[in-house]
């Protein structure tokens, strides 16, 4: 599941801010540099999901106070409930980005929130009131359906025309083959699909493309009707899950390369830095893979930050030279072999270990980290530990009982090294309706994983 696929370049930028615009122009900034120099992110909005969880209330989007001088400091200020039930919203992207930069009519206004199992896409806006965001539009899965045959939808990405960009998974059924990429316009009509004809990915998950070198890259999953019932082995067997890297050139939508990352590289969710496989005893397999499931690297592309959620640490490379990438920092938040564990590594001494956990403000950590976003000055990496409802019940249990966590990492940029902040936790147990699966965040005014540059 782990790759050994090494990123070599950031390509992206982040954005202002409400009210700080960079010299007045469009949204975000006009290079990374001025966006690290930018103000310091006093929200955070936090894509929630009830479904799949037993609890019959819509999947929801919260904003977390994350200004340390605020009296609601690492606390969920609002809460915007979705109109549906059973939508398992995932990621999250903007309408406008640093790729329009240079557009003074265009304004970083709406979060686009797709939902993975309904097929919606919600439009929200999160001008009017930054700390209240309010629902603008709804996307219908049968007008994407009927137009583009395209269902599930995952990632998505502005783009400098001021369309919007989503990667689907599959067709209605759920099959990989119908997968693709959705184009909405700037007010979130369906417009069509973006890839030529006969050049859809064989199976779809995250994109990002970089004008500079006319190229977009996109990741596998696999078949919706095989993930979205919960991991199985077999599903393996019968080609159901993705282990292909897809090369396409930008803006055109050929497909210019497909590339097989092996047996290791099956999954390929994220593509970084390979982590090992552990020899481990009392799991469903002998080894646990490394799997990585989200990454990003700070805006000076010194750092690369990555995640395994099922070993449930947290890692910092230095990438300043990108074949030899140094491991600075680790922080271990979670996983599956932390002591109370039924799970044990195989040292290769022959004796068994498990790591320690910290707790954080007196409360164990459960599931494992599983997405993160850092601060445009790169001092700050938040993490949540959600990955997708089905997955979550069947490899961590207890997250979709009792909710999940959301931590503050503190980074240290001159020399390296991760530390948890004891004084923000966030803690989606507790809830008004009850625990809620924490996953993608963003902050209003982008950040180094939602802002291109062109």
Not at 209 to 234: C, V
Not at 252 to 262: A, F, N, S, V, Y
Not at 426 to 453: N, Q
Request: hydrophobic share 35%.
């Amino acid at each position: 599941m782990a790759t050994d696929v090494v990123v070599l370049e950031h390509g992206s930028a982040v954005a202002e801010e409400k009210g700080h615009a960079c010299c007045k122009k469009g949204p975000g900034y006009a290079t990374p540099l001025d966006a690290m120099a930018g103000p310091r992110e006093s929200l955070i909005y936090v894509t929630c999901i009830y479904t799949g969880t037993g609890i019959e209330k819509p999947d929801y989007l919260s904003t977390v106070d994350t200004d340390p001088s605020s009296k609601t400091y690492s606390k969920v200020i609002h809460r915007l409930p979705m109109p549906h039930i059973g939508d398992e919203l995932h990621h999250s992207g903007w309408n406008a980005c640093s790729s329009c930069h240079g557009d003074p009519s265009a304004a970083r206004q709406f979060l686009v929130l797709p939902s993975l199992v309904s097929s919606r896409i919600y439009a929200v806006d999160t001008q009017k009131d930054p700390r209240s965001p309010s629902l603008h539009k709804v996307v219908d899965p049968e007008d994407i359906v009927r137009k583009t045959g395209l269902a599930y939808p995952h990632t998505a990405h502005c783009l400098a025309s001021g369309d919007v960009m989503v990667s689907c998974l599959g067709d209605k059924d759920g099959k990989a083959e119908g997968n693709g990429f959705l184009l909405l316009d700037s007010e979130f009509n369906v417009k069509g699909r973006w890839e030529k004809p006969g050049h859809s990915p064989l199976f779809g998950y995250d994109f990002w493309y970089q004008p500079q070198h006319k190229t977009m890259i996109s990741t596998s999953w696999g078949a919706p009707a095989a993930f979205t019932s919960g991991f199985n082995l077999q599903h393996v067997s019968d080609g159901l899950y993705g282990r292909h890297l897809h090369v396409y050139s930008w803006p055109d939508g050929e497909l210019k390369q497909t590339i097989d990352l092996g047996s290791s590289g099956l999954l390929p969710l994220e593509i970084a830095i390979s982590v090992k496989p552990l020899k481990v005893q009392n799991w469903i397999l002998p080894e646990m893979p490394g799997l990585i499931t989200d990454f990003l690297m700070s805006l000076d592309d010194r750092y690369l930050y990555l995640v395994n959620w099922l070993h449930g640490d947290i890692r910092q490379y230095n990438i300043e030279d990108p074949k030899n990438p140094v491991l600075k920092g680790q922080v271990w938040v979670g996983g599956l072999i932390q002591k109370g564990s039924s799970v044990f590594v195989e040292a290769e001494d022959g004796t068994r270990y498990q790591v320690d956990v910290p707790q954080v403000q007196g409360n164990r950590l459960r599931g494992g980290p599983q997405m993160i976003q850092l601060s445009l000055d790169g001092k700050r990496l938040y993490v949540t530990n959600s990955l997708f409802s089905k997955w979550d019940k069947q490899f961590y249990p207890e997250v979709v009982e009792k909710g999940s966590q959301m931590l503050q990492i503190d980074v240290d940029t001159e020399k390296g090294g991760l530390a948890i902040n004891p004084k923000f936790y966030v803690d989606f147990g507790a809830e008004p309706d009850g625990p809620s699966l924490a996953h993608e965040m963003r902050y209003p005014g982008g950040d180094c994983t939602s802002d291109i540059w062109i």
